[in-house]
């Protein structure tokens, strides 16, 4: 027995030792800081200080795209009414060139000479529009194609190799930029 009594001195003891740790009154620093937040105003003075920041907000932001719609409303009405202005300044030298040589065909009689004026201010004419991006519609051995062309007759009897192709134009037809704006006028063989 004596050696459950020690074995009980020692169980004894050895809850002496221990250390038990009561709650204290301190708080720890996170609980400290959880507190310090904590407003001492009224929550709804909070909220309608929130509502009033929102609605300055929204009223500013909508200002804001009203100015951005009027503004791209009005570039777009500028592009409209000016937008031709590029082209525009393009031809006034052909023009000119016309009209120097309408009033030097009258001093002359020779029609080739104005004939050579006239290829001179067409061919001028062309690179002015293929610059701004206009390209004619190539109608000579081709195929019929509804995209491109516009059959204004059918001409019978052509044979089974020009069944479908075109065999002569009225009318040169135009693209702009690979959309077409003037469709060619042809007659395609039956």
Not at 41 to 49: G, W
Not at 60 to 89: P, S, V
Not at 157 to 177: F, Q, S
């Amino acid at each position: 027995m004596e050696e459950k009594d020690l074995n009980k001195e020692e169980i004894e003891v050895s809850t002496d030792e221990v250390a038990v740790e009561e709650p204290t009154d301190e708080l720890t620093d996170e609980q400290q800081a959880e507190t310090n937040e904590q407003p001492d105003e009224d929550p709804l003075k909070v909220a309608e200080a929130q509502i009033a920041d929102l609605k300055d907000k929204y009223l500013r932001q909508m200002a804001e795209f009203d100015n951005y719609r009027k503004r791209t409303l009005k570039e777009r009405a500028e592009l409209i009414l000016n937008g031709g202005e590029k082209t525009i300044t393009a031809l006034l030298p052909v023009i000119d060139d016309m009209e120097r040589a309408l009033a030097n065909g009258e001093k002359t009689d020779d029609p080739q000479v104005l004939r050579e004026g006239m290829e001179l201010i067409y061919q001028k004419l062309m690179k002015v529009l293929e610059a701004q991006g206009v390209s004619k519609i190539e109608t000579a051995d081709a195929d019929f194609d509804t995209s491109l062309h516009e059959a204004v007759a059918l001409v019978p009897g052509m044979g089974d190799d020009k069944k479908g192709k075109v065999i002569d134009c009225m009318a040169t037809g135009y693209k702009l930029n690979d959309k077409v704006i003037r469709y060619a006028k042809v007659a395609v063989g039956q």
